[in-house]
């Protein structure tokens, strides 16, 4: 069978939505937030424009043009161009790498499942690899430069097995987080299958390869 990526695929509406979803929520974050100057909820806010770049970024990468939701509002966002997005995107993430900005990203994340500078850098640098398709004119200097940052930082990659697990494999195994692969994950997503269950994580890329042919993904036979 035949996959289409459009609307009638329920894993690509259901992404679509879903981004959008998640830059609500940041946008509701934002905009309750945007009165109070303590340390913590800077550092908060600038913790959700990340994850509200990242979301856009999925959007104008798989999408294209796309509606522009960047405040709360009960008015339709009005549609943004490719190239436009491109350059908001990239305005927002220089900002949160500014340490002269007051909601700029750490140097070193706070936790082991938070965000710090480098993850806007590396994101940086994949905007900028795409940049031909996004807006015409490519930026290859400027994705050496940013991946140059993060290959720089104090991240690394996991190089050395341990008795019948190779570095790849320990990667996606449960005590990722203290095994040595913490070092090399920029932005990690907490899934322990103990106290985080949740059907969004290797269901979401299980159930993406489905088409009408399938059971849906709720079915008790799926």
């Known amino acids: 069978r035949i996959m289409a990526w459009n609307s009638s695929n329920t894993l690509v509406e259901g992404l679509y939505f879903r981004l959008f979803f998640d830059i609500t929520l940041c946008n509701s974050f934002l905009d309750n937030t945007k009165d109070l100057t303590d340390e913590k909820t800077l550092q908060q806010r600038a913790e959700v424009r990340f994850i509200r770049a990242l979301n856009q970024y999925y959007l104008l990468d798989l999408f294209g043009t ?42 070193k994340r706070l936790s082991l499942y938070r965000v710090d500078k480098v993850a806007a850098e590396l994101l940086l640098a994949r905007l900028y690899l795409n940049a ?60 322990d299958g103990v106290h985080a269950q949740c059907w969004g994580g290797a269901r979401f890329l299980v159930n993406a390869t489905r088409d009408a042919g399938w059971l849906p993904c709720g079915s008790d036979d799926s």
């Open 66 to 107: 796309v509606p522009n939701a960047t405040t709360v509002t009960v008015e339709s966002p009005k549609p943004i161009q490719r190239a436009d997005l491109f350059v908001q995107l990239e305005t927002e993430l220089k900002s949160l790498c500014d340490p002269s900005n007051a909601e700029a990203l750490p140097d």
């Open 132 to 191: 031909e398709v996004y807006t015409g004119t490519p930026r290859w200097n400027e994705a050496a430069e940013y991946a140059a940052k993060v290959m720089k930082s104090d991240y690394k990659l996991l190089t050395e097995g341990t008795g019948m697990y190779s570095a790849y494999q320990k990667l996606f195994m449960g005590d990722n987080d203290v095994n040595g692969a913490q070092n090399e994950g920029i932005l990690m997503v907490y899934q």
